[in-house]
């Protein structure tokens, strides 16, 4: 998560601008989770990935199980952000680029036309009616979420809206996929994983910003959610570099060069007027060519991104957060669910107003992951024996 404030921490205003679009992204997974699936997992579908104890690859113990599963998940975690981070040293910008955009197509497409399949199979459609409306529904919700994350056409609502619900979906996509006790572990394990890709001076998030000048601030879309919308940002902090701003200061340039030719094929004689106008204008076509290419070396960059004052969250905490609620709704109790619920809105107020500190990027996930698991067992084991 991105922080840099002059005050040390976020004030409430800038942190409820998180904390309410986290509380939606829950409940709108736990919505899904227990709407649609019943708040159960599909061994049949990932059993070959995973130790289960109902399928042949297990170790006999769903204990055991889940601690496997859970280390090999965030290995699988950590392999992915190193290859990432040494594509990017390495100056692969475009590979970079794709893999990122690829992963939210699969998101936009795959996982929600696996969704909008189970729903309608949950209305006892036939199998073809329900693969056609996945089909349709999915094309319909991709192709808005083209528009939304590749182009800067769309409102800045509709990219928050699009991040809470792929983040929901990709949340109960997890759930589904793991066994058993599974889930705990890789919550527990991803705690001490954040610390050290973000906080360390070896962490791939950490070392990662060290290129991220090289990239458009548009690349965040991919992978954070922010409480500000990126042009009004831009036009608030310096009018002359937003659209309109660029647009007069090129007219500018062409009204003073034209006055300029203007005034100097006055002064030639009549022969050499339309070559010193042809001069001229060559001259103009240079300069303006060259502002062009100076703005557009200017625009804001990624690493500019991370070191303004805008709030943003990863998307990654997004889902995290959704695994825990989900997996704590799977207990059965609504008091022992509503605590990890809680317990993860007091520790992201408490990342977002107390931990933060200037010039810092802190981890979102260690505080909120942490007391909303504790809150849960607490409430489930304590409050309800």
Known sequence: MDTTTECGGYTWRQAWKLLCPVMVNMLLTLAIWIGVYGGKNDGT?????????????????????GMLNG????????????????????NMKRIVELWISGSCLAVLFGVSGMFFYDVFRLLDLPYLYAEVGAVVDAICYGTMGYEVFFKRSA???????????????????????FPVHTAWFVLLFI????????????GP??????KAADYSQDILKFLMFSADSDTSYVEKQDPDVSQNGQGKIMEQIRASIEASKDEKTNLVAEDEKEKWSEEVTGLSDEVTGQFQEDLIEDSPTAFDAFNDDRVRLGMGDFVFYGVLVGKAACSGSILATMAAYV???????????????????VPALPNSIALGMLFHFVVLYGVNM
């Not at 520790?347 to 810092?360: A, E, I, P, S």
């Open 45 to 65: 579908a990932f059993g070959s990935f995973l130790l289960d104890s109902g399928s042949e690859y297990t170790t006999g113990s769903d204990l055991y199980d």
């Open 71 to 90: 280390v090999g998940s965030v290995i699988i975690i950590g392999i992915v952000s190193f290859l990432i981070l040494a594509l990017a040293m390495f």
């Open 155 to 177: 409102p800045h609502f509709f990219h928050q809206c699009y991040v809470i619900a792929n983040c929901s979906l990709v949340s109960v996509f997890y759930l589904r996929m």
């Open 191 to 202: 705690i001490g994983w954040d610390w050290f890709a973000v906080l360390t001076p070896y």
């Open 205 to 210: 998030l950490h070392m990662v910003q060290e």
């Open 343 to 361: 317990g993860v809105c007091v520790g992201l107020l408490l990342t977002l107003m107390v931990v933060f500190k200037r010039d810092d990027t």
